[in-house]
């Protein structure tokens, strides 16, 4: 019976920050977004996703799909989908962040 010899192992550690909704609420919240002004799937933010950022979550064929765009007058404009809600939470935060910055300019 013959012994395998011991090798020295690295260990890695991956940090993944996983984002859902109540995170997001919260950080757009730190932000200084009003409710008015946002739209998570009537969860957190406006009763309606009309004149704003939204996001939706809706059945896709075999997953759920996150669905984030801006809707005016009636018509959803810039429609990304996502199949994780983190990358969804994650994408609409850096959207309202970027928005912000032209507007606080």
């Given at each position: 019976?013959?012994?395998?010899?011991a090798t020295p192992c690295s260990l890695y550690?991956?940090?993944?920050?996983?984002?859902?909704l109540p995170d997001l609420y919260s950080e757009l919240k730190k932000l200084g977004v009003g409710d008015n002004e946002i739209y998570l799937?009537?969860?957190?933010?406006?009763?309606?996703?009309?004149e704003k950022?939204?996001?939706?979550?809706?059945?896709?064929?075999y997953i759920a799909v996150w669905e984030v765009y801006f809707k005016e007058r009636?018509?959803?404009?810039?429609?990304?989908e996502?199949?994780?809600?983190?990358g969804a939470c994650e994408y609409y935060l850096k959207s309202k962040?970027?928005?912000?910055?032209?507007?606080?300019k």
């Open positions: 019976m013959s012994q395998a010899a550690v991956l940090i993944v920050t996983i984002m859902n799937h009537g969860l957190y933010g406006s009763t309606d996703d009309n950022l939204s996001m939706t979550i809706k059945k896709g064929k009636g018509e959803k404009h810039s429609i990304v996502f199949n994780n809600e983190s962040e970027n928005e912000l910055r032209w507007i606080r």
